[in-house]
């Protein structure tokens, strides 16, 4: 088929190059010139395990490119997917300017019958809105269609090409056809293709990232409940996750959740309910519980140093909001800088993969470190943000003589209490014995 992904973004770059992977022509449209002559170039705007492959060896087979030209794109295309950014308003509802723009797009310039596919996550509602955009240019039969994805950043290609279920909205035979054939490559395990109406589609996209934002939420908030009673965390993580009616994913503490999903979808979705007049409280509450905890790091920090950390400098490992990802959107390591900053700290980070991303951020508020040893130099305590697999078996002998007090903050709970105890640290983590 001739696709057409209009917008670069995480989530356009990935489902392009994973349909051009199966032998679709692709065409990947983008307004900003810079990032389309570096994918051109197989220079890719974001870190992502596998994709840089991905990209490169289809560019060399002529499978997929990349163009500002997104008119012509949109006249060769026979699916066409709309993958622009939705950001938060201040009210915390997807902005669908982006979405509504490349719509009238389409309308203009489709020159043949097509399915459009709202990829980008977006409110219940929005296919209508695109199909009415669209239909106001349009010269020919064109079908909605929702496609809302489930990447897993730091897995995203896996999760396309092999994914657990594919959720597609169609209104009509033809639209529900072309999507059962392009999608079926990626489904010959037997994984399902899942059809239902559009409005359930859009819907399960938003539910499906707040029931996982709950889980994190509610464990976080059992995890500090654990420290006050005595109680281990990690065992009743362990105790609950292996009941067949819960499961063990996504029950991990930590210092709160971030990226560019569960914080704006959540938003998004409670901002949708209160438009329909219902009270999402047990969202609100999730919201509510995340903000505290990424607090949590500092609050613990601080007692560790005596209830002050002015003049302190803290070594901070692990800046994006999860391993495997230079994305620091919403991450918790950038409120914990916050904070030390405000309370007259210095802080050296270090992240295997998102230093340019946090000098563009942070700019030269923080000192950077080459290696995350090199961080501890001269620092007061060690504070673990993020749980990338090089922090997880560190010399540890190594940190106690470059700091100067052995003290470690571990938010992602990845050391064991009673080694760091017995090597000398005054260690602190989430709601486990001794935390």
Same mark, same amino acid.
């Given at each position: 088929?001739? /696709? ?60 997929? @490119?990349?163009?500002?030209?997104v008119?012509?794109? %949109? ?6 997917? /709309?993958?622009v $950014?939705?950001? #938060? ?8 300017r982006?979405?509504?723009?490349? =719509?009238?797009? +389409?309308?203009? *310039?489709m ?8 990829? &980008? ?11 009415a ?22 897995? =995203?290609?896996?999760?396309f ?12 035979? *033809?639209?529900?056809?072309?999507m ?11 994984? #399902?293709i %899942?059809?239902?109406? +559009? ?5 399960? @996209? ?14 976080n908030?059992i ?6 009673? $005595? ?8 105790? +609950?996750?292996?009941?067949?009616? %819960? ?8 210092? $709160? !959740?971030?990226? &560019? ?5 959540v ?31 500092? *609050? @613990?920090?601080?007692?560790?140093? $005596? ?13 994006a ?15 914990? /800088? ?6 007259? =700290? ?5 992240? #295997? ?23 501890? &130099? ?36 990845? !050391? ?20």
């Open positions: 088929m001739n /696709i057409t992904i209009v917008g670069t973004g995480y989530v356009g770059l990935v489902v392009g190059a994973c349909l051009a992977e199966t032998g679709n022509d692709v065409a990947c449209a983008d307004l900003d010139e810079r990032k389309i002559d570096g994918l051109k170039k197989n220079v890719l705007p974001i870190y992502e395990p596998g994709l840089e492959s991905l990209v490169e060896r289809n560019q060399q087979q002529g499978r997929l @490119k990349f163009t500002t030209d008119p012509a794109a %949109i006249g060769s295309a026979d699916v066409i997917f /709309i993958a $950014g939705t950001p #938060p308003d201040e009210d915390g509802s997807a902005d669908l982006h979405v509504l723009a490349v =719509a009238e797009q +389409i309308g203009r *310039h020159k043949r019958e097509l399915v459009v596919v709202t990829k &980008s996550t977006v409110p219940v509602g929005t296919a209508s809105k695109v199909s955009a669209v239909a106001k240019h349009a010269k020919y039969p064109f079908h909605m269609c929702s496609n809302p994805e489930f990447l897993k950043e730091g897995a =995203a290609v896996d999760d090409m092999k994914p657990d279920r594919v959720v597609l909205g169609v209104e009509t035979d *033809h639209a529900r056809s072309v059962a054939e392009l999608y079926a490559p990626f489904v010959r395990t037997g994984k #399902p %899942i059809f239902m109406d +559009i409005p359930s589609a859009e819907m399960t @996209k938003y539910a499906a990232n707040a029931m996982l934002a709950t889980r994190i939420s509610f464990m908030e995890a500090n409940l654990c420290e006050r009673v $005595g109680a281990d965390v990690d065992h009743v993580r362990k105790g +609950i996750g292996s009941d067949a009616r %819960i499961g063990p994913s996504f029950l991990f503490p930590g210092p $709160g !959740y971030g990226g &560019s999903c569960f914080p704006k979808d938003k998004a979705l409670v901002r949708t309910a209160r438009a329909c007049g219902v009270d999402l409280t047990v969202l609100d509450a999730v919201e509510d519980a995340n903000e505290r905890q990424k607090h949590v790091a500092f *609050h @613990k920090l601080r007692h560790c140093l $005596g209830g002050d950390v002015r003049g302190c400098q803290v070594a901070v490992w692990g800046l909001f999860k391993p495997q990802t230079d994305d620091m959107r919403e991450a918790p390591a950038l409120t914990l /800088i916050d904070e030390l900053l405000e309370a007259g =700290a210095t802080v050296t980070a270090h992240d #295997p993969v998102a230093m340019h991303e946090a000098r563009r951020r942070l700019g030269d508020r923080v000192a950077y470190a080459d290696t995350n040893y090199e961080a501890l &130099s001269g620092a007061d305590a060690l504070v673990v943000m993020t749980d990338w697999n090089e922090y997880r078996h560190p010399d540890f002998n190594r940190i106690k003589a470059a700091l100067k007090q052995p003290v470690v903050v571990d938010a992602r709970n990845l !050391y064991s209490p009673g080694k760091m105890k017995s090597l000398g640290f005054t260690y602190t983590s989430i709601g486990r014995n001794g935390a």
